[in-house]
């Protein structure tokens, strides 16, 4: 049975008044508050479910934001994967069309990737923007490079025969009508290729139907291009003067044999080497 007179002492304890006194530092007299024991022991238990529900929402929170991250790199890494999906369709498609015309002439007319022989000009440009606004040492010689004589390309890139020229020719590969925007000079596989002025090297590596390609910048507007080399002997960033190896003869990319592809552009455009090959300009 339970003792009546233990219980009433329990709540006699429990409803005992505490006094809580505040003492303000000014001078206004010190207030007091009578709370029963049994009130500051129920505000100390929600005190502390508060606190573990707060710690709760917080780890909740977390965790949301975790997986939400991980969620976020998935269908990233899956909306790259469904891009790449789609090109490598698309080149199915385009091989297929392609080897469905039959012959070696009609796939060569019809493929997009141009094989003129002439360079991917708007693709080279952005390239090379991006490397002589990236490159500190292309910026700084361009800066200070003053002399118009040094920076003008003379002379051939390396010993051969013009088998192609500048302007409206037919193409060795299509047998198409194109423009050919700079000269072909045939000559042995493995012979050095030369730099036809001062320069730095915007540059230097595979450039599709160019196959190893080097550019050289020289001021005052001038670039100068080397295309089908078989090896390369310079990197992006390295000065080089007139006559130094560059690369060496080859037939890589779109090339029916052994040549240098060698063109001049003046303020971005390409201008017929010929005149500067004979020292005309």
Same mark, same amino acid.
């Given at each position: 049975m339970f003792d009546i007179h233990k219980i009433k002492g329990i709540c006699k304890k429990a409803f005992t008044p505490v006094t809580i006194m505040l003492v303000p530092h000014s001078k206004t007299r010190p207030i007091n508050f009578k709370i029963p024991f049994i009130g500051i022991l129920t505000s100390i238990i929600l005190c502390c479910f508060g606190v573990v529900y707060v710690l709760s929402i917080a780890v909740d929170t977390f965790e949301y934001y975790r997986m939400k991250d991980n969620l976020d790199y998935y269908s990233q890494q899956f909306t790259e994967l469904k891009s790449t999906i789609s090109s490598l369709k698309k080149a199915e498609s385009e091989f297929k069309r392609l080897f469905s015309l039959g012959s070696k002439e009609k796939v060569l007319e019809n493929?997009?990737? #141009?094989?003129?022989?002439?360079l991917d000009m708007e693709n080279l440009k952005q390239q090379i923007k991006i490397t002589v606004e990236t490159v500190g040492e292309i910026k700084d010689y361009l800066h200070i490079q003053g002399d118009i004589y040094i920076a003008t390309p003379r002379g051939m890139p390396v010993g051969g025969d013009i #088998?192609?020229?500048?302007?409206?020719?037919?193409?060795?590969?299509? +047998? +198409?009508d194109d423009f050919h925007t700079g000269i072909d000079i045939s000559t042995n596989p493995g012979d050095p290729v030369r730099a036809t002025a001062d320069g730095i090297v915007s540059f230097s590596g595979w450039n599709g139907g160019s196959g190893n390609l080097v550019v050289l910048e020289h001021g005052h507007g001038f670039s100068t291009f080397y295309a089908h080399n078989r090896a390369l002997a310079?990197?992006?960033g390295q000065k080089v003067k007139k006559g130094d190896v560059i690369g060496y003869v080859g037939s890589t990319g779109y090339s029916t044999g052994p040549h240098v592809h060698y063109e001049i552009w003046k303020e971005g455009k390409p201008v017929d080497p010929i005149g500067y090959v004979k020292g005309r300009s």
């Open positions: 493929m997009n990737a #141009s094989d003129s022989g002439s #088998s192609s020229y500048y302007g409206k020719r037919q193409n060795p590969r299509t +047998g +198409g310079v990197k992006v």
